[in-house]
């Protein structure tokens, strides 16, 4: 039975439905995502929504929805649901009667003595949708028509009414062809039995999406329906839909379809849950695979893809995986900074000081578990002093080795470090010059690079670099170090320290090499479990500073000020978690067990079965943000895997 499910009165209570949404994704980039009730409440949820590469290589809402109706007696009862101005239509929820996740989406539905399955899949590999109809049960001839509603747009814009649509349906087998617009590729609407459809354009004008108008953005759409199918249908009958790009043989989607559904897992617990939802955020693209960051409306950003990179591969027992991964996404490299943004988006950025960092521990994590130091430094070597030497060098704007061996990094009006919120061009938490985690990670970085080269070695990039880690770990102690604080600046920026509480020092603690001592660390782990810990994460700000955020809600400019200034980070967690364990090993191992499954409750809040971006500072901690971020589940993850080995 399905770990996630959902029976008649939750779903027929709009206010509990509604706020929970759902999502399939593949390797293409290709992915589906609604409420479990099928009514869309984002600009982003769509039944096929799929990265278009002629176009401008993002994703685009091709299908928005399919409506189905049921005709008996000559009476119709639609199905559908949609949020117009003042109210819902058609009010299909009423007659839904359970939803389950696993193998597949399924809803049932229920009107009089027809009992009708819906089962949703997207194709293992390929951006099509496959879509499963069952009558269970009738007691009288019964007619169904499916509805299809277009889009053909950017997940970011919306669709509004005009006269360029191009209203030609063609024939294809089984099925139509269809293309709204010159610059889109066509869709083929295909079924596994014979249908009639029947032409009927129209536009469907001011559909909402409640979750735009919360966050403060355009959230009224016009979609484009250019007809229906129609058949009769038998108790006991399935048929199949398919959506995609390529025209398929019809005799074939109901096998397809079954087979990708005996190849699907149950799953029964919460661990299983994340491990099949780690795989949705790997994606194969042109230039190689790409860890996406989050679902909707992230793509693949720089220091996410390394940060979540060891908890999805290796903390899911994939260390191939990894190795795969990681050799693609250092190809992004260039001048030692890893972009912001893949490469093969329009204009990438460079200008995360951190991001080749984490690139560096990630690698670290890895050479952990394989134990071949050797090895790693023939794969990965040139990739790590690629960035050493940079940033000692000081060959990229604004980041440099200081004299001292710590790592300064200031460019006026730019974010350099992962705290990069901006409000009209300017950072909302800028932390210039000496970043505490960007200093612990440079220290890491050099102390692992050392000690995988003498393994492999390579004498002069020993020599090279050997007196480095005891004069920056020096410096570091006494620069960041509060004596009277007791605990670390979280930067110091022309020799003035900052002495906000946030999380970025826990990252100090965590590291394998640490230029911290023992009572240091625990002095760390004291003010932060104190202030900033949550049972969703860590806050980015102690509740006792001025500018502290209670929630992350309002519009674009409100978030914005709270996202780093409160809002908590399930990710931060993995760090506090390997810093608490590293501290206090198996006598940990409760405490730190107990946090990772505070996340059970979240798979069946906000985005099911997968745990969320950002949640509130405040109690109840609610979720927010991006639905479904690989941060989070990664960092879960691989707390799961920290307990495994002690």
């Known amino acids: 039975m399905s770990f996630l499910q959902f029976d008649k009165t939750q779903l027929i209570n709009l206010e509990y439905s509604l706020s929970k949404e759902i999502l399939l994704a593949n390797p293409s980039g290709a992915y589906a995502s609604s409420t479990i009730i099928g009514c869309n409440t984002r600009k982003y949820h769509g039944l096929l929504v799929a990265p278009i590469t002629d176009y401008d290589g993002g ?13 008996q007696h000559d009476q119709e009862f639609n199905l559908g649901i949609h949020k117009y101005p003042g109210e819902y ?21 229920r009107v009089g003595g027809v009992v009708l399955q819906k089962e949703i899949l997207l194709d293992e590999k390929e951006a099509r949708l496959l879509v499963r109809y069952t009558l269970l049960e009738a007691h009288s001839p019964t007619i169904l028509k499916i509805k299809p509603f277009l889009a053909f747009r950017s997940v970011h814009a919306l669709s509004h009414a ?54 403060g953005y355009p959230y009224q759409e016009d979609l484009y329906v250019p007809g229906y199918f129609e058949c009769s249908i038998k108790t006991g009958e399935s048929f ?11 005799t074939g989607l109901k096998k397809r379809l079954q087979s990708q559904i005996d190849k699907t897992p149950l799953r029964h617990t919460f661990e299983e849950v994340l491990a099949q939802t780690a795989k949705s955020f790997i994606i194969d693209t042109q230039n190689g695979p790409e860890i996406v960051s989050g679902y909707h409306w992230f793509g693949s950003y720089g220091r996410n893809c390394w940060i979540a990179l060891p908890g999805l591969t290796i903390g899911t027992g994939q260390p191939d995986l990894f190795d795969r991964l990681a050799k693609s996404l250092v190809k992004m490299l260039k001048n030692g900074l890893f972009p912001n943004h893949s490469p093969d988006r329009n204009n990438p950025v460079y200008r995360s000081v951190d991001g080749s960092l984490w690139m560096i521990w990630a690698i670290q994590q890895y050479a952990d578990y394989i134990n071949n130091g050797g090895q790693i430094w023939k794969s990965f070597g040139p990739a790590v002093k690629q960035v050493l030497f940079a940033y000692r060098d000081g060959i990229n704007q604004g980041i440099k080795m200081q004299e001292n061996g710590l790592l300064n990094a200031y460019v006026p009006n730019q974010s350099l470090t992962w705290m990069s919120a901006y409000l009209d061009g300017v950072p909302v938490t800028q ?24 393994e492999a070695g390579d004498i002069s990039f020993v020599s090279d670099w050997k007196d480095w880690p005891q004069i920056i770990e020096r410096n570091f102690k006494e620069i960041f170090w509060g004596k009277n604080e007791n605990y670390l600046a979280d930067y110091v920026f022309e020799g003035r320290a900052n002495w906000d509480v946030r999380p970025n020092q826990v990252i100090a603690v965590s590291l394998p090499f640490s230029p911290l001592e023992d009572e240091q660390k625990r002095a760390v782990l004291e003010i932060v479990q ?4 949550t049972p969703k994460g860590l806050r980015t700000l102690s509740p006792r500073h001025e500018d502290y955020k209670t929630s992350y809600e309002g519009d674009h400019v409100t978030r914005d000020l709270a996202y780093h200034q409160g809002t908590v980070r399930p990710w931060l967690l993995g760090h506090f978690a390997q810093a608490w364990l590293s501290l206090y090993g198996k006598s940990g191992k409760h405490f730190i067990n107990a946090l990772a499954h505070n996340f059970e409750e979240d798979m069946f809040e906000h985005g099911l079965g997968t745990i969320s971006e950002v949640y509130d500072g405040n109690p109840p901690h609610t979720p927010c943000g991006a639905i479904s971020s690989a941060a989070s589940v990664a960092e879960i993850l691989r707390i799961m895997y920290l307990l495994k080995k002690i």
């Open 240 to 250: 199949v839909l398919a959506a995609g790009f390529e025209e398929q043989a019809p």
């Open 431 to 454: 932390r210039p010059g000496l970043a505490v985690e960007v200093n612990a990670l440079w220290y890491n970085a050099i102390c692992f690079a050392l000690k995988i080269a003498e």
């Open 89 to 109: 239509y058609p009010k299909g929820h009423k007659y839904a009667r359970w939803f389950e996740m696993d193998p597949v989406w399924k809803m049932i539905y």
């Open 59 to 71: 994703r685009h809402v091709i299908l928005s929805s399919l409506d189905e109706t049921i005709v």
């Open 162 to 215: 005009n006269m360029n649509v191009n209203k030609l349906v063609q024939e294809c087998r089984n099925g139509v062809y269809l293309k709204m617009y010159h610059d889109y590729p066509g869709l083929f609407l295909q079924t596994s039995k014979s249908f009639e459809f029947i032409t009927a354009p129209d536009w469907y004008n001011k559909i909402e999406y409640l979750k735009e108008q919360r966050r």
């Open 530 to 533: 104190s202030e900033l810990l």
